[in-house]
C-alpha cells in the first residue's frame, strides 16, 4: 500500500512538473525549528527552499537544501546569537528513497557548508557564533535514525516530507554540544531550483537547474536551413 501512495505522489508530481515519467524535479519550502542540549541550550529556527531529484532510469536522486536561521545559544549564564545562511547538498539512492527508505546517501554522504554568518551578540569568552562556524566552514549532515535504525523521514508522501537530523561538537570547556532539528519539506510546485555553491558539482541537478539557453542567433540558423531544405527539394522537383 505505501509503495501505491509513493507511486500516486510521484506521479501527480510528474503531472505538475510536465518531465519524463522517469526523472521527477520536486521542489519544496522549508521550515525548521531546533533545540540545543548537552553543554549550552538554546534554540534555531528559520526556512528555506529544497529540491528533490530523482530519476530512476540512470539511478540517479540528488537532495539540494538552503535554509536562513536564527540562532540562539546560552553557555554559563551567556547568549551568543547570530542569523546563519547553509546549503545541505548530497546524492542519494532514488529506488530506496521511492521505496520508502529516506534519503541513503551514498558513500560521501550529504554535506552542510555555512554561506553566510550574521553575528547578532557581543563575543562571549572571545568566541561567537560566526568564529565557531565561519563562513565555508563545513560538516557532514546526517539524518537521526530511530532505534531501529530507521531515518525519521516519511516519503510514502512527497508532498510532505519530515528529515530530523542531529550533530554533536565537542566544545572547549562546556563539554559536548547537541544539535537537533527538524526540517519540515512542504511540496512547491511553482519553487525554484535550490542553489548549489559554485564549486559543487552533481552531475544532473546543474543541467536542470542551469539549462544552456540557446541563442537567438541559432533559432534563425535553424530557421535558414529549414527554408534551404525547401529549396532544394523544389530545385529537385522542377528538374
Request: glycine share 12%; hydrophobic share 45%; aromatic share 6%.
Amino acid at each position: 500500500m505505501k509503495k501505491l501512495l509513493i507511486a500516486a505522489s510521484v506521479a501527480a508530481a510528474v503531472a505538475s512538473t510536465g518531465v519524463n515519467a522517469a526523472q521527477v524535479v520536486l521542489h519544496y519550502d522549508v521550515s525548521l525549528a531546533g533545540t540545543i542540549s548537552g553543554g549550552s541550550s538554546g534554540s534555531q529556527s528559520g526556512g528555506g527552499t529544497a529540491t528533490i531529484v530523482v530519476d530512476d532510469e540512470t539511478n540517479y536522486g540528488a537532495f539540494v537544501m538552503n535554509t536562513a536561521l536564527a540562532t540562539s545559544s546560552t553557555s554559563f549564564g551567556s547568549t551568543l546569537t547570530a542569523n546563519t545562511e547553509n546549503v545541505v547538498w548530497g546524492q542519494f539512492d532514488p529506488l530506496a528513497f521511492l521505496d520508502g527508505q529516506g534519503l541513503v546517501f551514498d558513500a560521501d554522504g550529504a554535506t552542510s557548508r555555512v554561506t553566510a554568518c550574521t553575528d547578532t551578540s557581543p563575543p562571549v569568552f572571545g568566541n561567537t557564533v560566526c568564529s565557531n562556524a565561519p563562513v565555508g566552514s563545513e560538516l557532514p549532515f546526517t539524518i537521526k535514525t530511530d532505534g531501529a535504525g530507521n531515518q525519521i523521514m516519511d516519503a510514502s508522501n512527497i508532498g510532505l516530507v519530515t528529515l530530523t537530523s542531529t550533530l554533536t561538537i565537542n566544545a572547549p570547556f562546556v563539554g559536548n554540544v547537541m544539535t537537533d532539528v527538524d526540517y519540515t519539506l512542504t511540496m512547491n510546485p511553482a519553487g525554484s531550483f535550490a542553489a548549489l555553491p559554485d564549486d559543487v558539482n552533481l552531475g544532473l541537478y546543474n543541467d536542470l537547474a542551469n539549462p544552456v539557453p540557446v541563442p537567438g542567433a541559432a533559432w534563425l540558423f535553424g530557421s535558414a536551413l529549414v527554408g534551404l531544405g525547401g529549396i532544394a527539394r523544389r530545385r529537385r522537383k522542377a528538374a
